[in-house]
C-alpha cells in the first residue's frame, strides 16, 4: 500500500495562477520533505517540515504541516513556468525495522505560459 | 560547495550483465542511501551506507550491492540484470541518517537494459 499519497497527479495551470499540492498518510509524519524534480533528473529539497501546524516559505513557495501531521500542502503563488515540474513529498517511515525516506508518487506540474 | 555527483549519467546494459554505478557525496557528509526511480513513480530506498557499512536496507534482492570508500563515496553493483533494473538511480548524501536529517539528492544515472 502507498505510504504517502499525493494529489492531484498532475496539474495544469496557466502561467500567474496559485496552485496547491497536497500529500496524505495514514500515520503520523515525524519528517516531512518536498522535492521538486525535472524530469529525469534528481531531487532538488525545497522544505522539511517536522512539527504540527509548522509553515515555511521559500519564494513564491509556502509548505504546511497540519496540526496531527497527518497532511502536507505546497502551495505555489503566482505560478511561473519555472515551477514546473514534478513535485514529491517524502517521510522518514519505518518499516519492519529500517527508518527509510519514502515517498510520494509526485505530482506533474506544467505552467503555461 | 561540491553538491552530490554521480557517474556515469546514462548507461545501455543487456540482461544478465552487470553494472556499478558511482556516487560522490556532498562536502561534509558522510551517509550515502541509493534510490531506484522507475518511471511515473517516487523513488524507492535501496540501501545506506555508513562508516563503510550498510546500515538499511529496502526491500530489493541480493542482486543489489554496495559498497562505501573511506572517503564516504560509494558504489551500487547490480548483477544478473533484469529488464525491470531499468530505472533511474539516485544517490543521496547526508549528515548521519536519523529523523528529520535532510537528505540530497545527486542528479541520477539512467539505466536502461535491453
Known amino acids: 500500500s502507498q505510504e504517502l499519497e499525493q494529489s492531484p497527479q498532475s496539474l495544469i495551470v496557466q502561467e500567474g495562477k496559485n496552485l496547491t499540492i497536497n500529500c496524505t498518510s495514514s500515520?503520523?509524519?515525524?519528517?516531512l520533505y518536498w522535492y521538486k524534480q525535472k524530469y529525469g533528473e534528481g531531487l532538488i529539497f525545497l522544505m522539511m517540515?517536522?512539527?504540527?501546524?509548522e509553515e515555511k516559505s521559500h519564494e513564491k513557495i509556502t509548505a504546511k504541516l497540519d496540526e496531527k501531521k497527518q497532511q502536507s500542502s505546497l502551495h505555489i503563488t503566482a505560478s511561473q513556468p519555472s515551477h514546473a515540474g514534478i513535485y514529491l513529498c517524502?517521510?522518514?517511515?519505518?518499516?519492519?525495522?529500517?527508518?527509510?525516506?519514502?515517498f510520494g508518487s509526485g505530482t506533474q506540474l506544467t505552467v503555461l505560459p | 560547495d561540491a553538491g552530490v555527483t554521480q557517474s556515469p549519467t546514462h548507461l545501455i546494459k543487456t540482461r544478465g550483465q552487470q553494472v556499478t554505478l558511482r556516487c560522490s557525496p556532498k562536502?561534509?557528509?558522510?551517509?550515502v542511501s541509493w534510490y531506484q526511480q522507475a518511471l511515473g513513480q517516487g523513488p524507492q530506498f535501496i540501501f545506506q551506507?555508513?562508516?563503510?557499512?550498510?546500515?538499511q536496507r529496502g526491500n530489493f534482492p541480493d542482486r543489489f550491492s554496495g559498497h562505501q570508500f573511506p572517503n564516504y563515496s560509494s558504489e551500487l553493483n547490480v548483477n544478473a540484470l533484469l529488464l525491470g533494473d531499468s530505472a533511474l538511480y539516485l544517490c543521496?548524501?547526508?549528515?548521519?541518517?536519523?529523523?528529520?536529517?535532510?537528505?540530497?539528492f545527486g542528479p541520477g544515472t539512467r539505466l536502461l537494459v535491453l
Open positions: 562536502s561534509g557528509h558522510d551517509t
Open positions: 500515520k503520523t509524519l515525524y519528517g
Open positions: 517524502g517521510a522518514d517511515v519505518s518499516k519492519e525495522g529500517v527508518l527509510q525516506l519514502t
Open positions: 543521496a548524501s547526508s549528515l548521519g541518517y536519523t529523523l528529520g536529517e535532510t537528505q540530497y
Open positions: 517540515l517536522q512539527k504540527g501546524g
Open positions: 551506507y555508513y562508516e563503510e557499512e550498510e546500515r
